[in-house]
């Protein structure tokens, strides 16, 4: 019950944690229109038909459907970033008839609207439904909604009728179900304890039929020496209470302390983890912190990691870097004679102070392109201001923006791919050279746009217009009649250049991802942004190169499309090797091993696979999932782009399911939730998106670059602690144990303990259970530095090598043979044996007290031998042990405490009888030897003949060590020896007679 106790207070703990995150966020305030007049409401009690006032740079409550706003036509500005991680702003529009509601108080309260729309679901970018008002029927659609998450930018209010609330809300359909998570070790141990118990139940039962054959054949001669109060005359009666008896005595080797144990060792790994400055982001006060205290040792098996892009691998900041204008480039530094040169520390940047508006923390160091708009070229103007006025950001102040002469232009900015195809002939020669630069921006990792424009006269604009009226007003197939109206204006277009940004990576990002790849974890990014966006981010953090074999692109828009690209990129694969193209025998080769290590090893090269939200859709079906994982996880990068949030979910559930690895979900967004909940660790970034993400995650922090010393040094020590204390325990259980069933031979199979009662009880509770703790709290193999610069050492855990099934059966054994030698040792030497004094010393009391002793000195030694780092607080424990054992053993064998106690402390004297005579110090020391030997002699060999890496860098980090005190030796003697002479170091008689002798040497 206790076990079950403090388990159960400590997982409350937890919850109560959440339940105070979840608060934070139902009790934020919104504003209801309530009996004619506003008044603040809860976010919980929010309700569907309510009609809520939002403000500038306030969350959105609940799916709303906007109604009225205070920009001009009803519009207003939100920014997205917690639904698709997309930081530009987008347009939403209320009806023309809602929009003259204005912020009129008594109309919106008297607003009686009836909305029929779809059901809940999780779709983003769709919504349909239908308004019924005043006899009229309005259409409705996804540009008429503020979805929950979304935040109200550069207007100052709006007004909207709340459609879905809570649970019911895209982004909570999005969020996924909170799961139960436990760890792989966690599985391991219930199903070991099921075994520990049922290998119980077979000692039981031989000790039971042991006690039977006894009492049948001596035991019923026998009780003229052990007189019996109720005689039992039956033999297989008295097997089945011995049974029982065993049952009882053999309980501690089932370890039902031991899940007390791993609690109180992964809540310290949490505090370890939560105190580490070096995960702290002083920038924003920001600490690591554990919300899920029960996965820490799973940190250290990551072999997936799912990562968000904005705002989780870059700063989601967009810095102006280069750019081309008429074929020319602007952004590189020359030198005098021509010569480009690198931008470092010493570059004069542009001096922009003739520029009263310019952004002062904007840096740029090519002079040329302020000197081009000083001396008014016509194309650098006409570059700035399609930027100026072709983009989404809405500024604050609202002036109207028209051309001096007259003239009607149209600007458009896209992906060079879409834009090229729709420039007049004319721009063959521009294209090429243009198509050159961009080659070269993307080849620096950098964002790029290609910008063009088109002179139109007032008559065609006019008729497009109309064009554009009809497609916007029809019902169906809207989308279709405005692609085609797009279409046709914007051909014919004239190039005018393209630009280059820098969507920074954070600070460390691309390091990180390289020693998490050296460490054989594998990256996957799942974003919502486009293709070309997101695989230039990749470019710019190294996860795709130009030395990659192949960069698979899969953008079908049918099954059959997916399928076939799919097919491809697997034949590339494994090139003309027939067997393996071979669905049926690549299938049989999948199923060999859990990673698919086979395959891994017969694909030779670096390949790349990234997939859009369409084709992805397709990927995911059950009839093409498994040519999907196959082809993704042998490729070294895989990025998804133009994902949704349930996507993101599907994506980590699939590797889950057909891998069977432990995975990681990162970021930083309401649109990552689902993914975070999937995965078996989430990990939110308190970024620029909220804390959304941070509210579902079990692990957060500020900063992507973190993630590397939360897996290479927390994870993989939590793991590496963990594994040694179980390993520790188990053996030490059935060491203290299984002496009962030995002597069972010897006892008549009387369910006879070997060990006083006292000390039964005190053993695991006060005589071992400190140092193991200590062990599994501090212990390190090597430090932490070391454990970064060498990442292969976190393959084992990957591996499962330091404990699993093979493991615990050597441990088993181990205190098997370590019971034998306690019984057997002192048995022998005890054996017709005298003390000192010549008196006989073979008796029960004294034999206990030798093994008793032995036991703890024994588990004491092996703890010894099983530490790696010695910190003051496991010497303090483990010789505090030792003597508190020694402190309460004379105590309770006192003569005080027996007149006291005489029925509950037997052992009156024996101890200082025992203990006092030579021989049994030398059983003691004998015994101790016999168990521990092998060990040594064991790890001896297999350090020596077949080193791990961690055994290699453990034998470097000592080396480091020895050589730091010589090195500071030597340099105090050379800092108060300045005066140079040999004959300083010379100790003894040289060569000089020698030498001036003449003599030839």
């Known amino acids: 019950m206790m076990v079950f106790t403090i388990t159960a207070v400590k997982d409350a703990t937890d919850d109560c944690f959440r339940h105070k995150s979840d608060n934070q966020v139902n009790n934020r305030q919104a504003e209801v229109l309530i009996d004619g007049r506003l008044q603040n409401e809860k976010w919980m009690n929010v309700r569907p038909g309510d009609v809520i006032k939002l403000e500038n740079n306030t969350f959105v409550a609940a799916d709303v459907l906007l109604l009225s706003s205070s920009e001009p036509h009803g519009l207003c500005y939100i920014e997205t970033a917690e639904l698709d991680g997309e930081t530009n702003l987008k347009v939403r529009q209320a009806l023309p008839d809602t929009s003259e509601l204005g912020a009129d108080i008594r109309r919106l309260a008297e607003f009686d609207g009836v909305v029929v729309c779809e059901p809940p679901n999780n779709k983003l970018d769709t919504f349909t439904g239908v308004l019924f008002w005043k006899d009229n029927r309005y259409s409705l659609n996804n540009e008429k909604m503020l979805l929950r998450g979304c935040v109200l930018r550069n207007t100052e209010w709006c007004f909207g009728m709340v459609i879905f609330a809570g649970p019911d809300t895209k982004l909570m359909q999005n969020s996924g179900r909170t799961k139960f998570k436990r760890t792989s070790i966690d599985r391991l141990m219930n199903t070991l304890v099921l075994w520990i118990f049922g290998f119980l139940v077979c000692v039981g039962i031989i000790l039971a039929i042991g006690n039977s054959i006894w009492e049948h054949q001596v035991g019923t001669r026998f009780r003229i020496y052990l007189y019996w109060n109720e005689v039992v005359n039956s033999s297989v009666f008295s097997g089945f209470l011995t049974f029982w008896s065993y049952i009882i005595i053999l309980n501690s080797v089932v370890p039902i302390s031991l899940y007390v144990s791993v609690e109180v060792i992964r809540l310290g790994h949490s505090y370890f983890i939560n105190w580490d400055r070096k995960m702290y982001y002083p920038k924003k006060d920001t600490p690591a912190e554990v919300r899920t205290t029960t996965l820490n040792e799973e940190l250290g098996q990551i072999e997936y990691i799912f990562s968000d892009k904005t705002g989780t691998i870059t700063q989601n900041i967009m810095t102006f870097n280069k750019c081309s204008i008429n074929g020319k480039t602007y952004g590189d530094v020359y030198d005098d004679f021509g010569r480009k040169t690198e931008i470092n520390e010493k570059t004069v940047p542009v001096d922009f102070s003739f520029n009263p508006l310019a952004d002062r ?23 700035f201001r399609l930027l100026s006025l072709c983009h989404t950001v809405m500024p604050e102040e609202k002036n109207a923006v028209q051309s001096p002469d007259g003239q009607i232009k149209l600007y ?32 620096e990792g950098l964002r790029t746009l290609a910008l063009a424009y088109k002179n139109l006269t007032e008559e065609h604009f006019k008729e497009w217009s109309k064009i554009l009226q009809e497609a916007n007003t029809s019902l169906d197939s809207r989308n279709e009649y405005l692609a085609a109206a797009y279409e046709e204006i914007e051909k014919d277009m004239m190039l005018l250049g393209a630009t280059a940004i820098e969507d920074k990576l954070q600070e460390g990002v691309t390091e990180t991802i390289a020693s998490l790849s050296l460490a054989n974890i594998k990256i996957w990014v799942l974003t919502g942004d486009k293709q070309e966006t997101a695989m230039n981010i990749g470019y710019s953090c190294n996860m795709l190169t130009d030395t990659m074999n192949e960069i698979f692109i899969v953008a079908g828009h049918t099954v059959m499309e997916v399928r076939e690209e799919l097919r491809k990129a697997k034949e590339h694969l494994f090139g003309q090797n027939k067997d393996l193209s071979n669905g049926h025998v690549f299938c049989e080769k999948m199923q060999e091993s859990k990673q698919g290590s086979v395959l891994e090893e017969t694909v030779t090269g670096d390949y790349a696979l990234v997939i859009n939200g369409h084709s992805l859709a397709h990927a995911l079906e059950a009839n093409l999932e498994n040519e999907f994982v196959d082809v993704a996880c042998l490729c070294k990068t895989v990025i998804c782009c133009r994902v949704t949030p349930l996507q993101k979910a599907q994506v980590v559930e699939l590797v889950k399911k057909h891998r069977k690895a432990v995975t990681l979900a990162i970021g930083d967004g309401a649109n990552d939730i689902s993914m975070i909940k999937s995965a078996h660790i989430g990990i939110g970034i308190s970024g620029e998106e909220g804390m959304q993400a941070v509210l579902a995650s079990d692990y957060s922090f500020a900063q992507f670059r973190y993630l590397k010393r939360l897996l290479l040094v927390h994870g993989r020590w939590s793991y590496f602690r963990m594994c040694k204390f179980l390993c520790y325990f188990f053996y030490k259980n059935f ?14 199979f009387s369910a006879q303990t070997v060990y006083d009662q006292w000390f039964i009880t005190l053993f695991n509770i006060v005589y071992t259970s400190l140092p193991v703790l200590a062990m599994g709290l501090f212990d390190q193999d090597v430090n932490e530095q070391n454990s970064m610069d060498y990442a292969k050492l976190y393959e084992p855990g990957q591996l499962n090598l330091l404990f699993n099934k093979r493991k615990f059966f050597i441990c088993i054994a181990h205190g098997i043979y370590t019971s034998f030698t306690l019984f057997f040792i002192p048995y022998g030497a005890f054996y017709y044996t005298a003390g000192e004094d010549g008196k006989h010393i073979a008796d029960y009391q004294s034999f206990a007290i030798t093994v008793a002793t032995s036991l703890v000195i024994v588990v004491s030694v092996q703890i010894v031998l099983d530490t790696s ?11 505090g042990s030792i003597a508190v054992y020694f402190a309460i053993l004379f105590a309770m064998h006192s003569d005080g405490i027996f007149v006291i106690f005489p029925n509950h402390f037997p052992f009156v004297g024996n101890s200082r009888n025992s203990l006092g005579q030579i021989s049994v110090w030398l059983v003691i020391l004998l015994t101790t030897v016999v168990s521990v030997m092998p060990v040594i002699t064991f790890r001896f060999l297999k350090e020596d003949l077949n080193p791990t890496q961690t055994d290699q860098v453990r034998k470097l980090q000592k080396a480091r060590r020895k050589q730091k005190p010589l090195q500071n030796y030597m340099r105090r003697v050379y800092r108060t020896n300045s005066r140079r002479s040999a004959y300083a170091f010379s100790h003894q008689e040289g060569f000089g007679k020698l030498i001036t002798s003449g003599k030839n040497m």
């Open 361 to 383: 923390k904007f840096q740029f160091y090519d002079q040329s392109l302020i000197k081009s708009i000083k001396r008014g070229d016509a194309m650098v103007h006409e570059f």
């Open 412 to 443: 458009c900015k896209g992906a060079d791919t879409i834009l090229f195809e729709r420039l007049h002939p004319s721009n063959e020669e521009l294209m090429s050279l243009t198509s050159d630069h961009l080659e070269e921006f993307a080849g």
């Open 735 to 748: 060491a203290f144990t299984l002496v009962h069933f030995w002597f069972g031979f010897f006892c008549g």
């Open 869 to 879: 780092y010695w910190t003051a607080i496991n010497r303090f424990f483990i010789l």
